[in-house]
Every structure is written in structure tokens, then in C-alpha cells.
């Protein structure tokens, strides 16, 4: 069974640009959530997607969305880049929402904003 | 606000010498608690999920338990392979799980 797959696995943007990430869910799954992972924050959780709805957001910004669509691939977006934007974005999924199925992660794509 | 603390920051071991990994935390309406595993450039690996107070969960070398406060990941006999950063977490209802900041170990042959 594939696992939770998200493309491209690295990227270098500029301060000012936006940025689209993509996350393919384990097949089945149709829960999706985003999370950004720094050295001086950990992993913190920005949103959560069922059946293309937001169920739950994080404490980001509005720079910081997110789409979800009808076979469950997720894409999160960043406008405006800032310097610190730049972390590993670590995608998520699991069977369903709000009964504490264990998520499973892709490996991330590495985001470097010069 | 629902908060995890976990605690060392960083562990070194010798291999077979068993420890045990700790994650305090504070939240109303625990749904679970996760632990995962995280290799370097890698995503968190799910090990376990414990649901309630008292629950335990085996795998391999490790163990997990629950108590309403605090678990513990113990590790017995560890090899080189058990080395990675052991991350905590917590979910509550209609709530973004929350991680701990993790806990790096490292065990030398």
C-alpha cells in the first residue's frame, strides 16, 4: 500500500512569492493535515481537511491555505513569502476525522526562502 | 491551552541499556495520545495510540503507557536502529493534534 506522498520533496523560493505544496493521502483516506516543522518550533499543526471541508485550523496566518479536493489529494498554499516561512511541511492522513485514528506522514517538502 | 512537554531533550544510551522517555501533558478532551518515531529528513513514523488511562502498548523493544497525565515510552535493550527523535503527541476533540518538542536519542554500539 503506497503511503502518503507529497511533491516536490524540496523547493527554493524568494521573500515576496507564493508557493503551492501537493500531498497525495494514503489510499482510503480522506482526512488530509497540514503541518510546518522548525528547528525553534517543532511540528505545529495548520489545518485539516475532510471531505473537502476545513474541519480545524491552526494559529497561522491567512497567508497559510489550503484546498482539499473530491479524491482527497490536498494542496496548501503560502502567498507573500517570508524568511520565516522557510521549514519542512509535513502532510498527513487518516481514515476519518474526530475519532483519533493515528495519522500517518509523507516526508515532507523542505521549503528555503532566500 | 492543551500543552506537551516531553523531557530529556536528548537521551544517549548504551545499547542494552534500558530508559524510559516521558511526555507530560494538559488538555481537555483527550481523544488519543500518539507516539511517533522521526528519522532525519524523514516524516514522524506512527508507533502507538493510547486512548485511556492505564493503557499499555507493545512493540517490539518498546513499550507505551497512559496515565491522565503523563506516558512513557520505555525502551528495553535498545540497538543503534532505536536511534531517532521520539515525538509525542496529543489529539482533543475538534482540535489539531499538538506535538511535543520530541526527544533525541542516540545509542552507541
Known amino acids: 500500500k503506497a503511503g502518503v506522498t507529497q511533491t516536490p520533496r524540496y523547493l527554493i523560493k524568494t521573500r515576496g512569492q507564493q508557493v503551492t505544496l501537493s500531498c497525495s493521502p494514503i489510499?482510503?483516506?480522506?482526512?488530509v493535515s497540514w503541518y510546518q516543522q522548525t528547528p525553534g518550533q517543532g511540528l505545529q499543526f495548520l489545518f485539516e481537511?475532510?471531505?473537502?471541508?476545513?474541519?480545524n485550523k491552526g494559529n497561522f496566518p491567512g497567508r497559510f491555505s489550503g484546498r482539499q479536493f473530491s479524491n482527497s489529494r490536498s494542496e496548501m498554499n503560502v502567498s507573500t513569502l517570508e524568511l520565516g516561512d522557510s521549514a519542512l511541511y509535513l502532510c498527513?492522513?487518516?481514515f476519518g476525522t474526530g475519532d483519533s485514528q493515528p495519522q500517518h506522514f509523507g516526508d515532507g517538502t523542505r521549503l528555503s526562502i532566500l | 491551552e492543551d500543552q506537551v512537554t516531553q523531557s530529556p531533550e536528548a537521551l544517549r544510551l548504551q545499547e542494552g541499556e534500558s530508559s524510559s522517555l516521558n511526555c507530560s501533558y494538559t488538555?481537555?478532551?483527550?481523544?488519543?495520545l500518539f507516539w511517533y518515531r522521526q528519522d532525519p529528513g524523514k516524516g514522524p513514523e506512527f508507533l502507538f495510540t493510547?486512548?485511556?488511562a492505564g493503557e499499555e502498548k507493545e512493540k517490539e523493544r518498546l513499550k507505551a503507557t497512559l496515565t491522565k497525565k503523563e506516558s512513557f515510552l520505555h525502551i528495553t535493550a535498545p540497538k543503534p536502529e532505536d536511534s531517532a527523535t521520539y515525538l509525542c503527541?496529543?489529539?482533543?476533540?475538534?482540535?489539531?493534534?499538538?506535538f511535543g518538542a520530541g526527544t533525541r536519542l542516540t545509542v552507541k554500539p
Open positions: 498527513a492522513s487518516s
Open positions: 489510499s482510503g483516506h480522506r482526512s
Open positions: 481537511y475532510f471531505s473537502e471541508t476545513q474541519r
Open positions: 488538555v481537555s478532551g483527550l481523544r488519543g
Open positions: 493510547l486512548y485511556s
Open positions: 503527541a496529543v489529539q482533543a476533540e475538534l482540535r489539531g493534534m499538538r
